[in-house]
T-cell receptor
């Protein structure tokens, strides 16, 4: 079946460096994508979203890039901080509100 | 504004026992979702409600799982009887119901079946 997945299960970065978390999706008909952050013991927290008519969207210290040609999504975190340590999920919103999540990438920030 | 509220936060039961989870969505959100999250995995949709109507329950194991949202606000998810493999986190989310609207998640209920 179709699914959204992440390339790397873990990512370790030095505090202050930029982080890039990647995601591949397979449903070419989907036109809305979301990045969630999930800290230990908590539910997923919305970070940023992007629609398919865009290829880039910026938030506070975060940027999402969408490449529809290769069905690839990435989340860039600038000046990564210890508080950014968490598991990050990309999710694909299929028509009708059904959200399909990837397996997640665990980001670890070293002081 | 209060977020999605779930209770209990943790539950430990023996197999074959029943268990119930409760969720109160964000005020004004007419769409409510129940997800299952296994360790190290992304959440998987169990059921989606539009007001009091279950519009997508295709992934709900109906032999042992049931859910209700009688007044279109809070919701209950039940498992009876629970099995060892049901140990997971049960997440509730809500959205305002528009297409492609962001889903906001509660903290989840962590279930351990012994």
């Amino acid at each position: 079946g179709e699914s959204v997945g992440l390339h790397l299960p873990t990512l370790s970065v030095q505090e202050g460096d930029n982080s890039i978390i990647n995601c591949a999706y397979s449903n070419s008909a989907s036109d809305y994508f979301i990045w969630y952050k999930q800290e230990s013991g908590k539910g997923p927290q919305f970070i940023i979203d992007i629609r398919s008519n865009m290829d880039k969207r910026q938030g506070q210290r975060v940027t999402v890039l969408l490449n529809k040609t290769v069905k690839h999504l990435s989340l860039q975190i600038a000046a990564t901080q210890p508080g950014d340590s968490a598991v990050y999920f990309c999710a694909e919103n299929i028509w009708g509100g059904k959200l399909i999540f990837g397996q997640g990438t665990e980001l670890s920030v070293k002081p | 504004e209060a977020g999605v509220v779930q209770s209990p936060r943790y539950k430990i039961i023996e197999k074959k026992q029943p268990v119930a989870f409760w969720c109160n969505p964000i005020s004004g959100h007419n769409t409510l979702y129940w997800y299952l999250q296994n360790l190290g995995q992304g959440p998987e949709l169990l059921i989606r409600y539009e007001n009091e109507e279950a519009v997508d329950d295709s992934q709900l194991p109906k032999d042992r799982f049931s859910a209700e949202r009688l007044k279109g606000v809070d919701s209950t998810l039940k498992i009876q009887p629970a099995e060892l493999g049901d140990s997971a986190v049960y997440l509730c989310a809500s959205s305002s119901g528009l297409q492609q609207e962001t889903q906001y998640f509660g903290p989840g209920t962590r279930l351990l079946v012994l």
